[in-house]
């Protein structure tokens, strides 16, 4: 009985933590991150894909910002409302396989980690695929205890849209093929229900395959990207890669239910059906991350999909006779959650937000010296500050290209989009090194007409003039 008043409690306390985020988001002077402008500047130049991630983000921000409008608050709210879509979604699943009380913590609790609250901070791709990753466990296993053909599809159009929110979504189906091989309960009900779950696989496939299609047509440029970023040509041990990926973990899941989980590895190899199906679905991702950071590197949030089946396994383990553990983790992580955010509406100087500080006045910079020297043309070399212009000066009908010599590989999208061509035969103010505009044709004179520090990160940058002779 007692216990049930803790829970009411901390719901009581998570519902105000909430509002207390959504205020902070409103009233907070930070800005964007580089990548969230430019995700921002993808949703209005719509394709199949983009350079380095598939499209879906992009899709979200288009039709939220198309209701809601372009404020920063805006789109920082779009992780609040899918993480919160997330949760709840934790909580239907726990209680499908569990009950009713472990639902409830398992949904509080992932709703207060403490990477969940930074990252409800930030749009990001793993927000989308958090959440449809968890749909899609849910409809997975319903679809398999009572198939229809509606749940079949509805389950391929999720397997499809966590693809296309990140291409992480593919664990789920070595995951399945490991649960599948354990499970020999399942496996019969699974190969039972083989027509059901072909039509799931047929719906996922013609759900991807525009974005398949254009990397065909790309040379494959987000698939390499994302080969690239893993750094899998550059194998060799690293133990510092490794403790940062630990210490990350730690931050994400909070020291008490980390420690906790260290204890408990053993109740993970376990192959009682519910616990073998949680463990399947996170176990393999976090080894191959583990071992990926011994190899090369892996930030912290690589392995964001096996949070979802390990918070749930962990209120389970706990649940029963360590009760007083969940709560004082929750407790601890609302803490965390509370003073990331007075933080964040208090405006302090801290480091960690000092890349969302200063771009607004640097914008203006640029938008004074453009209208001084009556050019509307801006050529900037770092796509982050490009994206952050794009987006402060998105109504000042500017024209933003950035450096492209056709021999150069594409390191960018703005490249593929918005390359600036060799022969470009009008003025433009730049911000960039002047190396990477060696290729073009044109004799231009150029002239240094501001200096500025953005931040305490980014310091001297040039803004330049560049004019035809």
Not at 257 to 283: M, P
Not at 368 to 379: D, H, R, Y
Not at 434 to 463: A, F, G, P
Request: charged share 15%.
């Amino acid at each position: 009985m007692e216990q049930n008043k803790d829970i009411k409690a901390l719901l009581i306390l998570s519902f105000l933590f909430l509002l207390f985020k959504i205020i902070s988001i409103y009233f907070s002077k930070l800005g964007l991150h580089g990548d969230e402008a430019q995700y921002w500047v993808w949703s209005n130049n719509f394709a199949m894909g983009y350079f380095s991630k598939p499209p879906l983000i992009a899709y979200v921000i288009n039709f939220f910002t198309s209701i809601f409008g372009e404020a920063i608050y805006t789109l920082k709210y779009i992780s609040v409302i899918f993480y919160l879509g997330t949760s709840f979604l934790v909580y239907v699943l726990s209680r499908m396989v569990f009950n009713e009380r472990i639902a409830v913590l398992s949904g509080l609790t992932f709703f207060l980690l403490p990477g969940v609250s930074f990252s409800s901070f930030i749009i990001s791709t793993d927000v989308l695929l958090l959440f449809f990753w968890t749909l899609s466990l849910y409809l997975f296993l319903k679809n398999n205890n009572m198939p229809s053909i509606l749940l079949s599809f509805i389950l391929g159009v999720s397997l499809g849209f966590g693809f296309l929110a990140k291409y992480a979504m593919l664990y789920f189906f070595l995951c399945s093929c490991i649960y599948i091989i354990f499970d020999r309960s399942f496996s019969k009900i699974f190969f039972k229900n083989i027509k059901y779950n072909l039509f799931t696989f047929i719906v996922f496939l013609l759900i991807i395959s525009p974005n398949i299609f254009w990397n065909i047509s790309n040379g494959w440029i987000t698939f390499l990207h994302t080969y690239d970023n893993a750094s899998l040509n550059k194998i060799s041990l690293n133990y510092i890669n490794f403790f940062e990926f630990l210490f990350a973990q730690i931050f994400i899941f909070g020291p008490i239910i980390f420690v906790f989980f260290l204890l408990y590895l053993k109740k993970f190899i376990s192959f009682e059906g519910r616990i073998l199906f949680f463990s399947c679905y996170s176990v393999p991702i976090l080894i191959i991350i583990i071992i990926e950071s011994f190899l090369v590197r892996a930030h912290g949030n690589w392995a964001a999909v096996s949070y979802v089946g390990l918070t749930i396994l962990m209120v389970f383990f706990l649940e029963n006779h360590k009760f007083k553990i969940i709560l004082f983790n929750n407790l601890f992580s609302l803490f965390v959650g509370f003073l990331l955010f007075f933080l964040i509406v208090g405006d302090y100087k801290i480091r960690v937000f000092e890349q969302l500080r200063g771009y607004n006045s640097f914008s203006n910079s640029v938008l004074e010296e453009s209208k001084n020297n009556n050019i509307q043309n801006i050529v900037v070399e770092d796509r982050m500050v490009y994206s952050l212009l794009s987006y402060y000066l998105r109504n000042n009908n500017l024209n933003f290209y950035t450096p492209k010599a056709s021999s150069n590989i594409v390191s960018n999208h703005f490249q593929i989009k918005n390359g600036l061509p060799d022969n470009f035969s009008k003025n433009f103010i730049y911000i960039g090194l002047d190396s990477h505009l060696d290729y073009l044709k044109t004799d231009y004179e150029k002239k240094l007409i501001n200096k500025v520090d953005i931040n305490k990160v980014k310091k001297n940058v040039n803004i330049q003039k560049f004019e035809i002779n």
